[in-house]
C-alpha cells in the first residue's frame, strides 16, 4: 500500500495558478491509478483529474482546460497544474492511488490533503 503525502496548496487568487504535488512511497510497483479528489466543507470528494499506469488522462468537466495531470520524476508521483483558478476551485485537495498490495490485491490510499484556498 502506497503511503501519499500531498503539497502545494495555498492562498490564491482567481485567475491564478498553483502547482499541487503528491509523492508516494511504500510500494515498490508503480500505482494503478492515482487520482486528485477535491472536497468542500459538507460535500463529499469530487474527483478531480485522473492518469492511469499507461498515462491515460480524464478531468471533471469543470476542471477541463486548465488543470493538467501528470507524473512527476520519482515513481508513484503525480502533479496537478491549476491554472486559471477560480473562486469554485477551492477545497482541500486529496491524492488517491489504487495500488497493489502484498497479497497480490489492488487496494487504495489517501493523502491527508493540502489546502487550496482562492480569495478575490
Known amino acids: 500500500q502506497v503511503h501519499l503525502v500531498e503539497s502545494g496548496g495555498g492562498l490564491v487568487h482567481p485567475g491564478g495558478s498553483l502547482k499541487l504535488s503528491c509523492v508516494g512511497s511504500?510500494?515498490?510497483?508503480?500505482?494503478?491509478?492515482m487520482d486528485w479528489y477535491r472536497q468542500t466543507p459538507g460535500n463529499q470528494r469530487e474527483l478531480i483529474a485522473s492518469i492511469t499506469e499507461s498515462d491515460t488522462t480524464t478531468y471533471a468537466d469543470s476542471v477541463k482546460g486548465r488543470f493538467t495531470i501528470s507524473r512527476g520524476n520519482a515513481k508513484n508521483t503525480i502533479i496537478l497544474q491549476m491554472n486559471s483558478i477560480k473562486v469554485d476551485d477551492a477545497g482541500v485537495y486529496y491524492c488517491h492511488a489504487d495500488s497493489w498490495s502484498d497479497t497480490g490485491r489492488i487496494v487504495g490510499s489517501w493523502g491527508r490533503g493540502t489546502q487550496v484556498t482562492v480569495t478575490v
Open positions: 511504500g510500494s515498490i510497483r508503480p500505482a494503478v491509478k
